[in-house]
């Protein structure tokens, strides 16, 4: 048996587990589990999962209703098996991850993210940068509720985005399939910046195609991608501010985040990278943003398959963190997410 031959779920929990164990030789409860792995999975999930391991021998129970601890069988595998290092199992697990999720972009994106701050035990980072000469492939306007719609858009480089808008209170389900059909059938493969300028001046004018309420629905849908032509994504900022013991030291990482989110600080985390072929790193003040922070950085761009920056992923830490196990990490999380976005 190998432990490559696990879920992701039963892996995990196997990991947690002896990781624990060995940290204090104690029995693993299903609680305790479920703070380390900060809330992420049920108490009763984490039983669920338990039972597995138990019922193939890699952990047992030494008292009814106590923790779990690892066997010699599973402590014999953790040992010849999960010597792999830690960024092969994170790449493992990144992509079993990130495949059942299917190509919706937010999905891939947020998971991402959030497995590079557990597995680098520091704050990541993932930077969307849309251009503004993103091809659309094909828009589709759908009903959630008598009040809500979902706008799907589907770039030609196989990128898959949703935005949900308010719908007219009178609309019905036929004005979406209306607006859906009239802009693929007269847009598909142009920019988005150039559907946006045409239809400003055009819509008025379409009486005969579209009805007004049809209008309104084509332009509060593409109105959504206005607010959100940038973005970023951090997760786990509380692992940099949880070791800091000074408060001017704490004031100055706040501040960093706020710059990080503010639109000067992503374009100069794009800028940063836009020359990159791989990895960069920022040993602290090397970048400005980090300046008297006591951290670094490491930063991979993702790109289209026309070549062009879609995105950074990073992590932040502090100068002392183990760049050996981090820049593979961040290097295959961005050569991932690029991949399933070229749906290659």
């Known amino acids: 048996m190998d432990l490559k031959n696990l879920n992701t779920r039963l892996l995990e929990i196997f990991n947690a587990i002896v990781e624990t164990y060995m940290d204090g030789g104690e029995a693993v409860s299903s609680k305790s589990l479920a703070v ?24 047992f129970s030494p008292h009814t209703s106590s923790g779990r601890l690892p066997t010699e069988k599973g402590l014999r595998l953790f040992v010849d098996s999960f010597i792999i290092s830690q960024e092969d199992l994170y790449e493992q697990m ?35 940068h849309k251009p503004e000469q993103t091809i659309i492939k094909h828009i589709e306007f759908l009903p959630l509720s008598e009040k809500k719609g979902l706008v799907i858009m589907v770039s030609e480089e196989g990128v898959v985005e ?7 209170s009178n609309f019905s389900p036929a004005q979406l399939v209306q607006a859906s059909n009239y802009i693929n059938y007269h847009f598909s493969g142009a920019p988005l910046s150039k559907i946006k300028s045409t239809l400003m001046h055009t819509l008025g004018r379409c009486q005969s195609e579209l009805d ?13 991608w ?32 706020t710059e990080l989110e503010a639109k000067e600080g992503l374009s100069s985390l794009v800028d940063a990278s836009l020359n990159a072929d791989g990895v960069k790193l920022f040993i602290g003040s090397e970048h400005e943003l980090f300046d008297k922070t006591g951290c670094s950085m490491v930063l991979s761009p993702y790109r289209s398959s ?31 997410i690029q991949k399933l976005i070229r749906g290659s």
């Open 36 to 59: 380390k792995l900060e809330n992420r999975l049920s108490p009763a999930t984490i039983r669920n999962v338990m039972a597995d391991l138990e019922d193939i021998g890699l952990i």
């Open 212 to 224: 007004q309420l049809t209008q309104k629905i084509i332009q509060d849908g593409l109105a959504e």
């Open 226 to 257: 206005d607010k959100q032509e940038h973005s970023l994504i951090i997760k786990g900022q509380s692992r940099l501010l949880s070791n800091i013991q000074h408060m001017e030291d704490l004031a100055k990482i706040q501040n960093l985040f």
């Open 306 to 336: 026309a070549g062009s920056v879609i995105g950074v992923v990073g992590v932040i830490g502090p100068v002392s963190m183990n760049y050996k196990r981090i820049i593979p990490m961040v290097d295959y999380s961005s050569k991932l």
């Open 162 to 168: 949703n935005r949900i808008i308010n719908l007219p």
């Open 94 to 128: 990144l992509k079993e991850e990130t495949v059942e999720k299917g190509k919706n972009f937010d999905d891939i994106i947020n998971r991402t993210s959030e497995m590079l701050s557990t597995f680098s035990k520091c704050a990541s980072l993932i930077s969307v």
